[in-house]
């Protein structure tokens, strides 16, 4: 009984003082790609671009803990890595006409710039708001922010260990990203920007 209430304790104080494994999960992305990016079909579309991801989204951080793998374990998502990753992806540019990443020389005909307006990982879930805009000869014309929920990753969160968390968190985060780039790729093939 002694050492039981000497390992609590210690258990305690260890939490307490912020003892804690940290998984930045944007690393195993490219290898999370490989092994996954196959299964996403998105929507052609002939669009010619650059793109740009914002400032505060390519440094943007999300840190979280969850109880089916233990506290000690603090999840780090860092959206802009993964969503820049996730345009360079074969999958997603050969679903454009040309998509590429701005040099921030010359003023491209045409720019899409992506702006994180929100992540959390709640649920078992990823949750995301992006909001997109479109530039042509340097007018906006096109503005939209889309929400998605990535899909559920409750089994595998409670039955693999942190190994599985890690990939749980990336395959819910790249289904929400991939959710938003289908309704963005929908509203561009609907005409969206016939009128501008």
């Known amino acids: 009984m002694h050492k039981f209430y ?30 996954y990016g196959q299964e996403t079909v998105l929507p052609k579309v002939d669009m010619e671009a650059e793109y740009i991801v914002a400032d505060e989204t390519k440094n943007h951080s999300y840190q979280f803990r969850a109880a ?7 999840w780090i998502v860092e959206f802009g890595a993964i ?5 360079q992806a074969d999958y997603v540019q ?8 701005s040099s921030g020389g010359s003023e491209s005909e045409r720019l899409i710039a992506f702006e994180l307006e929100s992540f959390e990982f709640e649920n078992y879930r990823a949750y ?23 899909s559920s990753q409750g089994g595998q969160m409670w039955m693999g260990g942190p190994f599985a968390m890690k990939n749980a ?28």
């Open 169 to 196: 968190t990336l395959k819910s985060t790249k289904s929400s990203v991939d959710k938003i780039l289908e309704q963005f790729i929908n509203d561009l093939n609907a005409g969206v920007l016939a009128s501008k």
């Open 83 to 87: 969503l820049d990753k996730t345009i």
């Open 128 to 150: 995301a708001s992006l909001n997109i805009k479109v530039m042509q000869s340097g007018q906006q014309v096109f503005n939209k922010t889309y929400r998605s929920a990535g």
């Open 94 to 101: 050969s679903a454009f006409g040309k998509l590429e990443k």
């Open 68 to 74: 089916t793998v233990g506290y000690a374990h603090v």
């Open 6 to 35: 000497i390992l609590t304790i210690v258990l305690m104080v260890a939490l307490a003082t912020g003892c804690s494994i940290n998984h930045p999960v944007a690393k195993e992305y490219d290898q999370h790609l490989v092994k």
